[in-house]
């Protein structure tokens, strides 16, 4: 049974069988679909056309420095975790041209590239990466300056969220408040309930958009047992997080400890390669590259992600206030949970445990903020 006048927060039943409406619908309204979908041995968010691109009945087992995957026991569309990329790289790509220039005779001539972007419907997002999503909008167009770049992607998305099903070895949402149920800034939400020989997903109605593009395809409304168990899905994944950070006071607990002695400690393990900065989902630095063609008759200037790890980033009046990997650890860290919160009003980590899976030497930032909380004389004791 289809209804045609959808609600705000409606919830319905689309059966497995007809998901591919879904996708269909999306593609009829020239979105362009991204999703998961499995590249190299991992969980990537790829151009997808259809359900069967989605990496069905796979799983993934990550841990600190570690990701495989392994197939499940039943035909899931979206029975895992988060993988190495984040929809940022859709919203603020990795590398952009800002202008070029082209000497023409005794002029220059400076023109700004404006390539179409497409309307993107981004499929799988789960709840942490909705946070980082909001915590990104605020970065980019909610101060003094609004970054186009950003601003027009955004506002060509589509979001579909999925509620988490199972929680990876690394995750700690429930610790950061960011999930695993998706709240808010979804278009339609999704919770995946397979049940014997029945395999449905209960969707929510985020926006009028999402009410319109549901009102297309086959559905019907969802009982209150149905409701139930997907809140049920949701309840059980909140309590497999791999991993916990407790969060009281810690804005002043490492403000009060810039100089502990677990800075050295971690400094004598990290690489400074990076890798945390670029998965994370609300890192934001970039740096900007001006370049040059042998015939001098042609420049480029690209912004491209930059990291607090890297020698440059912090080179100011002739050499780098960074010079160590201690302080570079300490100033990522210290940003991401206490300086981010006087600058953007939030916490600048959503739990969603990549930086510990994609270092390549394990270092955890859950393990990180516990050996310094463990050392403070009153919680020690
Ligand atoms: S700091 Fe780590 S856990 Fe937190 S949002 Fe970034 S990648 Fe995810
Ligand atoms: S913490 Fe890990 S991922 Fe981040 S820079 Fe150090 S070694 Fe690389």
Not at 123 to 136: H, K, P, T, W
Not at 227 to 252: F, H, L, P, S, Y
Not at 327 to 347: C, E, I, N, P, V
Request: proline residues 3%.
């Amino acid at each position: 049974m289809t209804v045609k006048n959808l609600q705000i927060k409606d919830k319905v039943i689309v059966d497995r069988q007809d998901f591919q409406q879904l996708f269909d619908v999306l593609q009829q309204q020239e979105y362009e679909l991204v999703g998961p979908t499995i590249v190299e041995g991992a969980i990537a968010y790829e151009t997808i056309s259809a359900v069967e691109d989605l990496p069905i009945g796979w799983t993934d087992e990550q841990d600190g420095g570690t990701y495989r995957l392994k197939p499940r026991s039943d035909q899931a569309l979206f029975g895992y975790a988060v993988g190495p990329h984040s929809w940022k790289k859709y919203l603020f790509p990795p590398r952009l041209q800002l202008w070029k220039a082209e000497r023409q005779g005794q002029e220059m001539k400076i023109t700004t590239p404006e390539p179409e972007i497409p309307k993107r419907a981004f499929i799988g997002v789960r709840a942490c990466e909705l946070n980082a999503i909001a915590i990104q909008d605020q970065v980019f167009t909610q101060g003094e300056a609004v970054d186009s770049h950003y601003q027009t992607r955004r506002d060509r998305v589509f979001i579909v969220a999925v509620n988490c099903s199972q929680a990876g070895g690394t995750c700690f949402c429930v610790s950061m408040n960011t999930g695993p149920q998706a709240k808010m800034g979804f278009d339609l939400g999704v919770t995946e309930i397979i049940d014997g020989d029945q395999h449905y997903f209960v969707v929510e109605v985020g926006s009028e958009s999402g009410a319109q593009v549901l009102s297309k395809i086959v559905y019907s409304y969802a009982t209150e047992q149905q409701q139930q168990q997907a809140m049920e899905v949701v309840a059980a994944t909140a309590k497999q997080m791999g991993r916990t950070m407790d969060t009281e006071n810690i804005k002043e607990l490492l403000y009060n400890n810039i100089e502990h002695s677990r800075w050295d400690d971690v400094a004598n393990r990290c690489l400074t390669c990076a890798n945390c900065t670029m998965v994370c989902p609300t890192c934001f630095c970039s740096t900007v590259e001006d370049t040059t063609d042998l015939t001098g008759d042609n420049a480029e200037r690209w912004r491209h992600w930059d990291s607090c790890f890297t020698m440059d980033f912090s080179y100011l009046h002739g050499g780098s206030v960074r010079s160590s990997a201690k302080s570079r650890y300490r100033q990522w860290m210290t940003h991401k949970l206490a300086s981010w919160m006087d600058q953007f009003g939030t916490s600048g980590c959503v739990g969603c445990g990549r930086c510990i899976t994609w270092c390549p030497v394990g270092i955890d930032i859950t393990a990180e903020v516990k050996a310094i909380q463990d050392s403070q004389p009153l919680r020690g004791s």
